[in-house]
């Protein structure tokens, strides 16, 4: 049985979507109206949610991409820093959860709201 399945599910020769961009863009999609609907729930205001998303998705895929390179590319980060900078290097999820993390404590800190509540 040979398990080797292409990574490109559409490929439109300008641009390939691969099945883990379109899974990660899905679970993106659903915590934002997840989030949404528990901030509306808890009385929170309307921007909320934008504000929080914007904070987190940049922090998460800067923390999956750099634990990508500290730990799954050391030698070749460390010889060409640059590399932090090139688009479609690797994503590491353990980064995505802390950058995803730290981009709540961002917005906590900021709108003086509890990071455990």
């Given at each position: 049985m040979n398990w080797n399945i292409d990574p490109v599910l559409l490929d439109l020769k300008i641009v390939k979507l691969?099945?883990?961009s379109l899974?990660?863009?899905t679970g993106l999609f659903a915590a934002y109206f997840l989030v949404s609907k528990f901030l509306r729930e808890k009385g929170l205001p309307n921007?909320?949610?934008d504000k929080i998303f914007i904070r987190i998705v940049i922090s998460l895929v800067i923390g999956a991409?750099?634990?990508h390179l500290i730990f799954y590319e050391p030698s070749a980060f460390i010889?060409?820093?640059m590399r932090i900078f090139e688009i479609g290097s690797g994503l590491a999820s353990h980064g995505g959860v802390l950058g995803a993390l730290f981009g709540l404590w961002l917005f906590c800190h900021k709108y003086k709201e509890s990071f455990f509540e």
């Open positions: 691969r099945y883990y899974l990660f863009a921007d909320y949610p991409h750099l634990v010889h060409n820093p």
